[in-house]
């Protein structure tokens, strides 16, 4: 048997009070997920424990079938692995955002959106600098998002290290930094490797060119999102399985190289409403004739919520249906040892424009599926089922270990 899962990241919303209390879901128009329903069943999952943030990184990890409690060790180290970056026992990965600060204010998280050939430079600046004074290397990802692997000398450090509270730039956007500075023990020397970030990036011919084209001068690193290597068994171990992911996103990709499946770049995948849709699709689809289990992600109704627009939300998921699902079902019909799963990964809601756990609806077909009384996709008839999957990954494992899955 084959496996399809198709993420539509973000999909699930509150009622939107603008739109007589419906959720896009509701709004927009999907007939085929609702087919998917149709032909197999819907219900409730968690894809976010209780007691952890509502990420991304958390809920993908459940999407692709691991524990997040048990998996899950920081989000640079899913995007080191990304980098094909491989850490040792005694390394840490941190994300380093290349910033703008502002009189120490949080003024730009993403430095303006500096190019990676520009954050290259930089990058070279700071392994010459602060790579020969600290226990760090450096090494370049895309535009702001960059990796810093720093070396623990003993294992009591490397504990602090991972224990460190660290604020993510992009939740302290026009605030003072000074009381978000990494905290705990050992964090005196990220402090130290920030201050000098500072003094090594200021006046650099790159910011004075970006300074020249009035645009904002990536002033200062900051260190946040670490962890050691996740502990993840590769699909082969797990489920005797090989696989491939699809996604435009640098996090996801990373949780599948983690996962020991084949990353497929397809062009123009830009995690936004535009999208190659019929790009991925194809290769999800051509993926599966050497691959038993294929991951599409799409990132835009996550994208559009976050930036509090319904309309473009709606758009993205009848996107998503009608050029993701729409073709996957008509490859069911020619390919019937298959599994289809189509589900979201959390909520992300027009209303606070950001993430948000609880229960979101799953929508199930293909081999061994008994079909459900049920015909359409929300977040409201998913719970007027009495499915509820509350160990969100238990779900895709069921999917991908089960013959027979009763609901
Ligand atoms: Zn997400």
């Given amino acids: 048997m084959k496996y399809l899962i198709l993420l539509g990241d973000g999909m699930a919303d509150w009622p939107l009070p603008d739109y007589d209390n419906r959720t896009p879901l509701e709004i927009a128009h999907t007939p085929a997920i609702d087919d998917v329903v149709s032909r197999g069943v819907t219900g409730q999952f968690c894809p976010i424990p209780d007691g952890l943030p509502a990420g991304s990184d958390i809920g993908n990890l459940s999407m692709f079938g691991y524990d997040p409690g048990a998996a899950f060790r920081g989000r640079a180290p899913i995007e080191a692995a990304n980098q094909g970056i491989h850490l040792a026992d005694n390394q840490v990965a941190f994300r380093c955002n290349l910033v703008t600060l502002e009189d120490g204010v949080m003024k730009n998280f993403t430095a303006d959106h500096i190019s990676t050939e520009e954050a290259e430079e930089i990058i070279a600046v700071l392994n010459d600098t602060l790579g ?212 979201p990964d959390h909520f992300t809601t027009i209303e606070t424009k950001t993430h948000a756990g609880g229960p979101v609806p799953f929508a199930l077909c293909g081999k061994g599926i008994t079909p459900d009384d049920n015909t359409a996709y929300s977040e409201r008839i998913a719970a007027t089922t009495d499915v509820l999957i509350e160990k969100g990954h238990t779900l895709v494992e069921r999917m991908l270990r089960d013959s027979v899955m009763l609901f």
């Fill in 132 to 343: 020969k004074e600290f226990p760090v290397k450096f090494h370049t990802g895309v535009s702001y998002r960059h990796c810093a692997v720093v070396d623990a000398s003993e294992a009591s450090t490397l504990d602090n290290m991972v224990r460190m509270a660290c604020e993510p730039p992009h939740n302290i956007s026009d605030k003072e930094v000074a009381p978000w500075l990494p905290k705990g023990d050992g964090s005196a020397m990220i402090h130290q490797m920030i201050a000098r970030s500072q003094e090594v990036m200021a006046d650099l011919p790159v910011n004075q060119r970006r300074i020249a084209e009035g645009k904002l001068p990536a002033t200062s690193a900051w260190f946040w999102g670490q962890g050691k290597a996740p502990e993840m068994e590769s699909y082969a171990d797990r489920f005797g399985l090989t696989g491939a992911v699809i996604s435009a996103v640098d996090l996801v990709m990373g949780i599948g190289v983690c996962a020991g499946l084949d990353v497929i770049k397809v062009p123009g995948a830009t995690g936004w409403i535009d999208t190659n849709y019929e790009g991925k699709v194809q290769a999800g689809l051509k993926a599966l004739d050497d691959h038993d289990f294929v991951y599409i992600h799409l990132e835009a109704p996550d994208e559009t919520a976050h930036q509090g627009r319904a309309d473009l939300k709606i758009q993205a998921i009848e996107d998503f249906d009608a050029r993701i699902v729409a073709p996957c079902l008509e490859y069911l019909d020619s390919h019937p040892d298959l599994r289809i799963l189509v589900a």
